[in-house]
């Protein structure tokens, strides 16, 4: 039961003491943890710390742009965007199996966030928000710096080298924890109450060929589904809820034309810690009204399902 009041304290000295007048690099992934880390280095370092998002074209609906401008607004930080998208659907074309798809997606990330972060300037230190779970959860592995894609977690293939020396303030904390840090340093509560996101990003929810039109249907399914659940209040009451885009397609009928076209699943679910979770018992109106828009709005799809199954057996992303 410690105060977080002097942990900030404490962490900005070390961090200061650590970094001297190097400068430290990191990777914004949108997520809690790397925001709050970024809230904690900028204070300890300011300018010399250098923010980066990479844009993988599998993020969700104005993703970097919304985050971009919360840090900005909120701790002037100035992010560094690095657009990778092509590269990624380049090598995602034709991939289905969820564990090539895993592997694709971490080791072209590592290469990408290492191009980048050479194109910014000579960098000694990597910041990144290792959380007290994470090293539990990667100790015993063997891999040393198997922080360094912590947000990628499963998806193997690390370096064995890694070219910077590891800063991870957080290292110390539970989430609740890290949230009440970036509460203090003046994050919103916007960014630090978001739900969890995957590493790979869209791609393991797009069982579907993996393809810009595709992605397209996919983001602009999940940014309804979300809209409407915030608006119904659901948004914080849950752990996770998002679209999937099924490599299904069925028949329908629009006005006197039959169509063909793809499925989109709902999921929805509450858990404690993402090891468990229940499927959400959402009303049926806002169930209809989620299926409606999605159907109207969305070219590309004539059919919605909602998943009903807990974890386990199922897991909560469907890749
Ligand atoms: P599953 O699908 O395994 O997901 O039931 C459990 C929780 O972990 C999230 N998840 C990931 N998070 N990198 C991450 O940082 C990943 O590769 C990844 N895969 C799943 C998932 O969204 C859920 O909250």
Redesign the pocket.
Known sequence: NWNLGSFIEESIEEIRQKVGKERVILGI?G?VDSSVTAALVHKAVGERLYPLFVDTGLLRQNEAETIIKLLQQSLGLKIHLFDASQQFLDRLKNVADPERK?KIIGNLFIRVFEKAAQDIGEAKFLAQGTLYPDIIESAGSGRKGAALI??????GGLPKKIPFKLIEPLRYLFKDEVRKVGTLLGLPHELLYR??????GLA?RCLAPIKEQNLRILRQADAIVIEEIKKAGFYEKI??AFAVLLPVRSVGVMGDKRTYEYTVAIRA?E?VD??T?DWVKLPPELLSTISNKIINEVEGVNRVVYDISS?PP??????
């Open positions: 992934s997520g895993r912590k947000s990628h977690h499963n998806v739900h969890p996101f995957p590493g790979p393991v752990w996770q679910v858990s993402g090891m979770a974890k199922a897991t909560i992303e469907w890749e």
